[in-house]
């Protein structure tokens, strides 16, 4: 008698039907894993020594001015690390006079290598940035080996070869390299197509889980893009299995599960940015347009270009695009498999370039900047082709079909803007290269006299991965250089360590704030030189500051994510500024005076109009200036509206619209045009504006001090078309009255005050009444109380944190929390609790069969002993 045939459980059967072999890690999975990181990393230094990128030459790795922003975060993480920085993780003193952190710490400063910053000396604060993005390409690198031989078992380095291309794809070196939070998505990928398999073995749920939760809480941004990537190829490996619906329910569902707990595990830090993200200040409008053809798609292919406009960069080397186009011939691998890959690529790509998939991998907002930095995964769904066709050993008559192919497309897209000089030796040379080195490993494969052969091939295919990269990276470093809008800028100089030292020596925080001024070394100045001004570049800019900064005469750029530090002596009053770096770079100088950071005042004065000027005498509680009425008096006449003048268009012969107006002799006279783009003249001075409503507003403006007659002539002018300047766009400040309005103030000061990270405490005069304000925004997640007493929200006086103190006070505390941290960990604390059910699970059911088997022994004892 014939035992019937065992059948395999479903998915041991789905494993097997998708080419994965159960075993363990061994020596030279390791080896490969590590010589792939260690490629990468190697060809990426070369790249850079080469064309004289910082830290081998002198060259900025910043792609323009913004992409140095990162740098002042890292200092500012170095000064958390040491416990020297003003703030901590919850609040940064630093910024915009005082700004929630938390945001930015998950946005820019969540990749695990970032912590390294702490191990150097803060002035070579960039170099540990540098190594972000080197190390991050490496760890991806190293992963991508390991999650390729998941798809499909074969040579651990042929592995790595194609690990290299994906760690240095033209995402990387284009759109990641400066940005080096966006490089743990690069990571993130991998990770994730190895959490995808371990739900197809139907194992590890709890180590998914813990991965999916990494992947996410490095940064979720590019996170989010990887677990889309990767849920993709989950569904093309159940459809290439032939999967039936309910295995493949069951492993969807498992998967579902393992993403869901571990982005609950990650709440914190998507609760926090979304909360941050509602308070910003909202982001140019970007639409998407999309401004290249089919053809000039496809050319972005090919290694070792850049196009002049945006488009995915999704170049991996040649020897990937050898093996993609070698997969349709390839007759090793099924039919299914090979159209299912040819289908996901096209349909990954089609869904980069129509915008509601654009807005789905974006999370649902089109990007200031590229529209396509998604582009990575792509680039690691043609490295997972690729090595499907390396895998299943492709002979001399697929290779040699797609070479043929390959040669087709680059026809087709030969004289595309994307293809320069520099693509042409990596196309001709290394495609035939790598062919001809494919051709002889097809030949010497399996031969049992040759093992020498097939080494001597796989170093010849190393070193050809490693020139190539080499190349490919520079090329594409070198053409942006020659970009027009290419603007590199020196960020942790000697300058700006001396300026460190500088302000570390004379800041009296927070007696006073020490503010660096206009902006030198990079777009968060105040967080490099460890000062408290009230410049500050970020995504998560609160609105609330944006506008009170922009409203009290202080500028911005990019529609305000960009704020700058007040140029006036009335604003460094209101703020606090103690001292200040003048324009020139020249040494720290003191103020004509600063109000306290905490002080006691009256109610809110009512103001005297809405202009800047009121504006700013409201918040410094007098009258400091003289605000003339505008006469046009030479010159084309202006066009007057309700509440501004339109000057015309600078010609040349004719003259520009001249005004007139009168003031106290001996005053300070300031223009305000946060939106001319053009000219001012007067007073013997001509000052430039380069503002654009609404992207860029311009400060007050200091144009010269008022003669003894009195009068001032003040002439204006477009450079593009009409501009609007306001009617009261003058003011003529007392020196004398600001004077006595800051004696006014310090003498309503808080007798001491204490500022903690995210905590700031003041004891007041006995008896205070009317309001405890402290010089920083007012925004959501303060919290205050009054001698003790119960917590409440405070209130906006003027857009300042005012503390109401009742019929009177001695002692005000505040402390901040983030908005959405406590829903947060709530969340997380759900995801823990599921994760500690599974892990209990086993032990659970163990202690229960081991009670039924107690209970049953202890039954048979006493049926035993009844029947003796």
Not at 230 to 244: E, N, S, Y
Not at 284 to 300: E, I, K, N, S
Not at 417 to 439: E, K, M, S, Y
Not at 480 to 501: C, H, L, S, V
Request: charged share 15%; net charge positive; aromatic share 8%.
């Amino acid at each position: 008698m014939t035992s019937a045939p065992v059948t395999a459980p479903a998915p041991a059967r789905l494993v097997r039907a998708t080419a994965i072999r159960l075993r363990p890690v061994r020596t030279s999975e390791l080896s490969a894993a590590l010589g792939s990181a260690v490629l990468t990393m190697a060809a990426y230094c070369l790249a850079m020594a080469v064309h004289g990128t910082y830290p081998f030459g002198p060259r900025s790795r910043a792609v323009n001015d913004l992409g140095n922003q990162f740098v002042p975060f890292h200092a500012h993480l170095w000064d958390l690390q040491h416990g020297t920085g003003a703030g901590d993780l919850f609040f940064n003193w630093s910024s915009a006079f005082g700004t929630p952190f938390l945001g930015d710490f998950f946005a820019y400063l969540c990749n695990p290598f970032s912590w390294l910053t702490g191990l150097f000396p803060r002035h070579m604060v960039d170099f540990p940035v540098f190594l972000v993005t080197l190390l991050s390409a490496g760890l991806a690198a190293a992963v991508m080996t390991a999650a390729l031989g998941r798809l499909r078992p074969g040579s651990p380095w042929l592995r790595a070869l194609l690990s290299v291309g994906y760690a240095l794809c033209a995402w990387m070196v284009n759109d990641a390299s400066t940005d080096p939070m966006w490089m743990w998505g690069l990571v993130g990928l991998p990770l994730m197509m190895i959490a995808a398999d371990w739900c197809l073995r139907e194992q590890r749920f709890v180590l998914g889980v813990l991965v999916v939760a990494a992947v996410w809480g490095g940064n979720f941004y590019t996170g989010a893009m990887a677990t889309l990537a990767a849920a993709l190829v989950l569904l093309l490996r159940l459809v290439v299995a032939a999967a039936r619906v309910r295995t493949a329910g069951r492993v969807l569902l498992r998967a579902a599960a393992m993403a869901g707990t571990g982005i609950l595990l990650a709440g914190p830090v998507l609760t926090v940015s979304l909360a941050a993200t509602r308070a910003a200040q909202p982001a140019p409008t970007a639409t998407y347009v999309r401004t290249f053809g089919p053809l000039d798609y496809l050319a972005q292919l090919l290694p070792a270009g850049r196009a002049p406009f945006n488009a995915p960069n999704i170049a991996a080397g040649m020897l990937v695009l050898l093996l993609f186009t070698t997969l349709p011939f390839h007759r090793a691998v099924a039919v299914r498999e090979r159209v299912a890959w040819y289908v996901l690529v096209f349909v990954v790509a089609g869904s980069f370039v129509w915008k509601p998939t654009l807005l789905l991998w974006h999370g649902l907002a089109i990007p200031n900047g590229s529209p396509y930095r998604a582009a990575f995964v792509l680039s690691g769904i043609l490295v997972m082709a690729a090595w499907v066709c390396l895998a299943a050993r492709p002979q001399p008559r697929a290779l040699l079909a797609g070479a043929g192919l390959l040669a087709v497309v680059v026809l087709l897209v030969h004289g595309r803007r994307a293809v320069h000089g520099q693509t042409w030796p990596a196309v001709l040379v290394g495609g035939l290269f790598f062919l001809a080195c494919l051709l002889l490993l097809a030949r010497v494969r399996g031969r049992r006299h040759a093992p020498w052969a097939r080494r001597a091939v796989g170093a010849a295919l190393a070193v050809g991965v490693l020139l190539g990269s080499v190349h490919a990276a520079w090329s594409s470093t070198v053409i942006r250089d020659k970009r027009p809008w290419f603007a590199p800028k020196d960020t942790m100089n000697a300058q700006a360590a001396a300026e460190y030292r500088q302000v570390r020596n004379a800041s009296t925080w927070p007696a006073a704030r020490t503010d660096p001024g206009r902006q030198r070394f990079a777009n968060n100045d105040p967080l490099l030189v460890d000062a408290q001004g009230g410049a500050y570049y970020s995504s998560y800019v609160p609105a609330a500051t944006a506008r009170l900064l922009q409203s009290l005469g202080m500028g911005w750029y990019i529609e305000g994510r960009h704020t700058l530090s007040p140029d006036d002596p009335v604003g460094r009053a209101i703020m606090s500024v103690g001292s200040y770096l003048p324009a020139d770079g020249s040494r720290l100088q003191p103020t004509a005076g600063a109000a306290p950071l905490v002080t006691v005042r009256p109610a809110l004065p009512a103001r005297t109009g809405d202009t800047v000027f009121a504006r700013q005498e409201q918040l410094i509680g007098a009258h400091v200036y003289d605000v003339p009425v505008l006469h046009p008096s030479a010159g084309p006449a202006p066009v007057a509206g309700r509440s501004e003048w339109t000057v015309p268009q600078a010609r040349a012969g004719r003259p520009w619209t001249h005004f007139s107006a009168t003031c106290t002799p001996g005053s300070q006279v300031y223009v305000y045009a946060p939106w001319l783009q053009g000219w001012v003249l007067g007073l013997g001075r001509q000052l430039t504006s380069n503002a654009s409503r609404p992207l860029t507003s311009y400060p007050l403006m200091r144009l010269g001090t008022t003669p003894s007659s009195g009068r001032i002539d003040v002439a204006f002018a477009g450079r593009h078309g009409p501009q609007g300047i306001p009617r009261h766009a003058v003011g003529c400040l007392s020196e004398s009255r600001l004077a006595a309005a800051v004696a006014g103030l310090r003498a309503a000061a808080a007798t001491s005050v204490q500022v903690g990270g995210h905590q700031v405490s003041a004891r007041l005069p006995a008896g205070s009444r009317g309001f405890a304000v402290v010089t920083t925004t007012a925004l959501d997640g303060w919290s205050c109380s009054v001698d003790g007493g119960r917590s409440h929200r405070p209130v906006s006086y003027g857009g300042l944190l005012g503390v109401p103190l009742g019929s009177g006070a001695s002692r005000v505390a505040c402390t901040f929390t983030p908005p959405g941290l406590t829903k947060g960990l709530a969340l997380g604390g759900v995801g823990l609790l599921v994760l500690l059910g599974v892990l209990f699970r086993p032990a659970r059911e163990w202690f229960q069969s081991s009670r039924k088997a107690k209970r049953s022994s202890q039954r048979l004892t006493m049926a035993s002993a009844e029947n003796r």
